[in-house]
């Protein structure tokens, strides 16, 4: 745990001035990392660049010395991109742009050092500084294994980056920042935590002596305390149980606060619990990127049999990297999954998802159920499957996946697709726009009954009928002028066809 860099720039003199500047151009490059653009003076040791630009037109660099992987840098951005994203509904966080106006306008900048903290000196550089040793990206082994040697400080230094920078502290030493009345309540919390000798955070400190004492000289005690709850919120301290140190069963931040996990806050720390939830999201909202090491299957969703699930369950969206025939398995959210270009292997869970394999010649996307229970809607690019039992497999929508594994078989979805687009080519729907009946034409397509379904575009059933010709007649003089969608399945397969109707 470092001191809040921002108190750095004021007490010490640099001789070093910012020199990059805002319009650097990383959209054409992999993953928007580019070579370092400026390497002169103390800007020499940096290899690597990206950024966040603020609407304002600023931006926030990011810049990587030699030994920090690709995956790393992504990662930091990624972090600090997910603090930054709009949380509607909560009361500081639904729109952020203030706050990254603020980090542009202060010239914020990270940089990402070789090595760990105190084994050389950092560059002369107005930055705040993250360590090599201490970014665990997900899949790679320090995550996977939960290795405290390697402890994951990237959410803690790159969250007091944008609260010192963006958001703002009161008191001395300080720069202005965007939301001074969240900030008010950011230091209500911590001065709870600290009452009471210390019963919250952090535990077993003095307020005459120590690295307490340092804190308060410093005024950085609220960014330190804040940096305690949302690490634990989000499941990075639940797994740590440390030989000779009791106090890792029951608490998190190496013993300093008295939380391990999300639903301990909620109960010993409600002051803290109810901030984060008023400017961070519940769920890590953005893509990160699973790192080109892991082979697997990288899971999202908590088991106590793997124990980085305590963090990897609050992701959202995921994407494999590298080239290991490796997979994804989702949570209860509405997941982005997205293969690597090998062969994968995916399972949404629950929730509506998207998945993506991307690649390869035997992607294998997972469903909990057996093949009668779903339909299939078939599309140029890419199929629906829809879980006709309520609250398992939801909705999700595949693209570049070669088979779909059921519980029961596994059908290859070619076969859904050519059976999709003969459906969809005998389909002939008209007139439309229509007024008192439609003509649905079916010509040249086997089957024993057809079942035709009529959807509002909100998905209430407004008509629903079975036949067994292929020339179908249906009264449509009850519809309210509008749009509907027209569905149709035949009973030989679970494909279904969707054509929109508009009554006049």
């Excluded at 030493?173 to 009345?181: D, E, I, Q, S, V």
């Excluded at 078989?409 to 439309?432: C, D, R, S, W, Y």
Aim: hydrophobic fraction near 35%; include cysteine; glycine fraction near 8%.
């Amino acid at each position: 745990m470092k001191k809040a860099y921002i108190l750095l720039l004021i007490l010490i003199s640099f001789s070093c001035k910012a020199q990059l500047q805002d319009n650097y151009n990383i959209s054409t490059a992999t993953n928007g990392v580019i070579a370092m653009p400026y390497t002169t003076g103390a800007y020499s040791t940096f290899v690597k660049y990206t950024k966040i630009q603020a609407p304002n037109g600023k931006a926030i660099h990011i810049m990587a010395q030699n030994l920090i992987t690709e995956a790393q840098i992504v990662r930091a951005r990624n972090i600090l991109q997910f603090y930054l994203t709009n949380v509607p509904g909560s009361q500081h966080g639904t729109d952020k742009t203030a706050v990254i106006n603020k980090m542009g306008i202060n010239e914020a900048m990270l940089m990402l050092l070789n090595g760990s903290d105190g084994d050389t000196n950092p560059p002369n550089i107005n930055a705040q500084p993250l360590y090599q040793n201490e970014m665990a990206v997900e899949g790679h082994l320090w995550y996977t294994a939960n290795d405290y040697n390697h402890r994951d400080a990237a959410y803690e230094e790159i969250l007091h980056f944008m609260h010192d920078m963006g958001i703002g502290v009161d008191g001395t030493n300080t720069n202005p920042g965007a939301l001074p009345a969240y900030q008010t309540e950011i230091r209500a919390a911590q001065d709870n935590a600290d009452n009471n000798t210390f019963a919250i955070w952090p535990i077993g400190s003095s307020t005459t002596s120590g690295w307490y004492y340092e804190l308060a000289q410093e005024n950085s005690l609220s960014q330190e305390y804040l940096a305690s709850v949302v690490d634990s919120y989000y499941g990075l301290w639940e797994a740590w149980n440390e030989v000779g140190e009791p106090s890792s069963a029951t608490t998190g931040m190496w013993g300093l606060y008295i939380a391990k996990s999300r639903t301990e806050i909620q109960t010993e720390d409600p002051m803290g619990y109810a901030v984060v939830g008023k400017y961070f999201s519940p769920m890590i909202n953005i893509n990160m990127d699973i790192d080109p090491s892991f082979t697997g299957i990288f899971n999202m969703t908590r088991n106590d049999t793997q124990k980085y699930t305590y963090k990897s369950q609050y992701l959202q969206h995921t994407s494999l990297t590298g080239t290991n025939a490796s997979g994804l398995k989702g949570n209860d959210s509405d997941n982005n999954l997205n293969g690597n270009g090998s062969n994968n292997t995916i399972e949404g869970v629950k929730g509506n998802d998207r998945i993506d394999c991307k690649g390869g010649t035997a992607d294998k996307v997972i469903f909990t159920g057996n093949y009668v229970d779903y339909t299939f809607t078939v599309n140029a690019d890419h199929y629906i499957v829809t879980d006709g039992i309520a609250n398992r497999d939801g909705i999700d929508t595949v693209y570049n996946c070669e088979v779909l594994k059921f519980a029961d078989q596994e059908v290859n979805a070619n076969i859904l697709a050519t059976e999709g687009f003969e459906l969809a080519n005998a389909f002939k729907m008209f007139p439309n726009p229509a007024t008192n009946e439609i003509t649905i034409q079916l010509n040249n397509l086997e089957f024993s009954s057809i079942k035709v379904t009529v959807y509002d575009l909100i998905g209430r059933k407004v008509r629903k009928s079975n036949h067994t010709k292929n020339t179908i007649t249906i009264n449509t003089r009850s519809l309210s002028k509008g749009v509907y969608l027209v569905r149709v399945k035949r009973d030989t397969n679970s494909t279904i066809v969707t054509k929109r109707l508009i009554i006049k």
